[in-house]
């Protein structure tokens, strides 16, 4: 289907693992982004790439990583998860008029 | 640094009455983005604001957006239950596709 889908929609890890969020967009925008929304904070950008292999921190990177070695996947990766990362992850691509279009959310919790 | 502030965060209101959601960003912006959320889903596009004077409308909602004043406003006309959702405003974080920094989001809700 063409659109922009996340992977898992749910996920429950322990602290200190390490886990992968994964996103697939089917538009071949150049432009991806990760934001995370946590009550009382709405939502933060966490990193962004302007197009395969150009990535770039966001306001709030530290302990995650991504990559983008296609342009229609772009993974973000806790590399050892803490509780307060716990907190509902967007992926989102830009189409024309800087406008965001986003996937369904994935559900972290980190126990 | 750009902020971009939503007031009010809350509001209940009646079916049949009017109301205003206000967006007010920090710096300079020529764009403006209007998104809903309901319970549990995901962002959906609502309004793109690309220039001052900028007026769109869909159905019970219109979106402004003043430049000079860095406000845009979300007007509901005689809300009804099914605009009960999470309304959020953002705006460009810089220069580039770096982003958009989003209001904390306006929590709206349509009673009967």
């Known amino acids: 289907d063409a659109g922009i889908t996340q992977s898992p929609r749910y996920k429950i890890t322990e602290t200190g693992r390490q886990v992968t969020l994964m996103c697939h967009q089917t538009w071949s925008h150049s432009y991806m982004f990760w934001y995370r929304q946590d009550l009382g904070h709405g939502l933060r950008l966490i990193y962004y790439s302007a197009a395969a292999d150009i990535t770039d921190k966001g306001e709030v990177p530290d302990g995650y990583v991504v990559s983008r070695s296609k342009t229609e996947n772009f993974p973000l990766t806790l590399e050892s998860a803490t509780r307060s990362q716990t907190s509902v992850y967007f992926c989102?691509?830009?189409?024309?008029?800087?406008?965001?279009?986003f996937g369904q959310g994935t559900r972290l919790t980190v126990v | 640094e750009l902020k971009v502030e939503q007031n009010p965060l809350f509001l209940s209101m009646q079916e049949g009455k009017n109301y205003t959601i206000y967006c007010n960003y920090s710096t300079t912006s020529d764009r403006l983005y209007w998104y809903r959320q309901d319970p549990g889903k995901s962002l959906e596009s609502l309004f793109v604001?690309?220039?001052?004077?900028a007026v769109k409308q869909e159905g019970r909602l219109m979106a402004s957006l003043d430049t000079k004043a860095r406000l845009s406003t979300l007007h509901i006309t005689a809300a009804v239950h099914d605009l009960s959702a999470t309304y959020f405003c953002?705006?460009?974080?810089?220069?580039?596709?770096?982003?958009?920094?989003f209001g904390k989001g306006t929590h709206l809700i349509i009673q009967p």
């Open positions: 989102a691509s830009e189409g024309g008029r800087g406008e965001a279009f």
């Open positions: 604001l690309l220039s001052n004077g």
């Open positions: 953002a705006a460009p974080s810089g220069g580039g596709a770096d982003g958009l920094t």
